[in-house]
């Protein structure tokens, strides 16, 4: 494990781990059996919670460091391959690029993986990383850094649920009993889901993005997905590569929306079939990352009552907040 930490940060953290896993509270899961709650956050007791407890005191930003944020099933692919090509753009035409060939979770590191197994300090800055963990569980010298950016994507509630469920349905190992939609939900509006639960992951960063609007860009799938150039422009000045007059006039942004268009991505080889090593234990085929691509899906999944269920939670948890999810009443 973690093979550019020294030999006493490893045992301490396979300790820390062996004994959280067996102390922590615990509640059925729907992609893994288990989940466990770590300073209020669930996680599945694999080695990527390893990474969050190497990450948190173990890992040094720099100031050039740029995360990607984002609960599950919020829009983390699209948003990664729009991060990729937008900071790369002078590297590669798009006639070429790597994101052809390429998953777009290979072109991002998720942290929370990524550094049980490799050297993060060999990765060339300005280095790009993904992070599902919380706001409070991120690395705590990125957090307390000046200079390096979080940009945090959230969705809403419906499609995040409807979204993830069928992502782990086909996820859970075979051999375990099946878990109902109506159960999973149940635990969903009750707070229990992986990285969640899921309006405080997302407050958190908001309330971070509100103190500090410079380090963090707080966006939504729904309205990317209404204007995406506006985005993709808004992305590349709040990372400090904005397009220059030419590049707009050359159409640099248009390239970029479309390469990572859930339409484009989808149509390539390497989005039907490759494979995506996140850890040893977690394999998955890229495809799982792409299903309709759409917002408001969720109401062709869920009843009427359970909409009307969550609406409900989602009105009480983000009272007096002046948050609100993109378009969430509208389906
Ligand atoms: P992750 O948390 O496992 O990384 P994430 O990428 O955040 O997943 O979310 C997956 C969702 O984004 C899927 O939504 P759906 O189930 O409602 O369809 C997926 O289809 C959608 N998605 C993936 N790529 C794109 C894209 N290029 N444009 C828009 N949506 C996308």
Redesign the pocket.
């Known amino acids: 494990m973690a093979p550019s930490f020294p030999q006493d940060v490893n045992e301490e953290i396979n300790k820390q781990f062996e004994e959280l896993i067996q102390t922590l509270p615990s509640h059925k899961g729907s992609a893994v059996p288990t989940l466990i709650n770590y300073k209020g956050f669930w996680y599945p007791p694999i080695s990527v919670f390893k990474g969050v407890l190497l990450m948190q005191d173990h890992f040094k930003a720099r100031p050039t460091d740029i995360f990607l944020c984002?609960?599950?099933?919020?829009?983390?692919?699209?948003l990664k391959?729009i991060m990729f090509s937008t900071m790369n753009r002078s590297e590669y035409d798009f006639a070429n690029h790597p994101l052809l060939t390429t998953g777009?979770?290979d072109c991002i590191p998720y942290l929370d993986a990524y550094i049980t197994e490799h050297d993060v300090e060999a990765l060339p800055s300005p280095r790009l990383l993904s992070s599902?963990s919380a706001y409070s569980l991120i690395p705590k010298s990125a957090r307390e850094s000046p200079d390096c950016k979080i940009v945090y994507?959230c969705r809403n509630p419906k499609?995040v649920f409807?979204?993830h469920y069928?992502?782990a349905m086909k996820l859970r190992p075979p051999m375990l009993p099946p878990v109902s939609m109506e159960e999973a939900f149940d635990w969903f509006c009750n707070g229990v889901c992986e990285y969640g639960p899921y309006f405080e992951h997302v407050l958190g960063y908001w309330k971070a993005s509100l103190e500090f609007p410079q380090k963090i860009l707080f966006l939504k799938?729904e309205e990317m997905?209404k204007d995406p150039v506006k985005h993709v422009k808004q992305l590349a000045e709040f990372l400090g590569k904005p397009f220059s007059a030419e590049e707009e006039k050359e159409g640099v942004v248009e390239e970029i929306v479309k390469l990572?268009?859930?339409e484009n991505?989808t149509s390539l080889e390497v989005n039907k079939t490759g494979k995506l090593a996140f850890v040893p234990e977690l394999i998955i085929g890229n495809d799982?990352?792409?299903?309709?691509?759409?917002v408001g899906?969720s109401k062709n999944h869920l009843t009427p009552e359970m909409i009307e269920r969550l609406d409900k939670v989602t009105e009480e948890k983000l009272k007096g907040t002046g948050f609100a999810f993109g378009e969430s009443k509208k389906y």
């Open positions: 984002s609960a599950l099933k919020s829009g983390t692919t699209w391959a777009p979770h599902h994507i499609d409807v979204s069928l992502f799938y997905k990572c268009s859930f991505l799982n990352f792409f299903r309709k691509g759409q899906d």
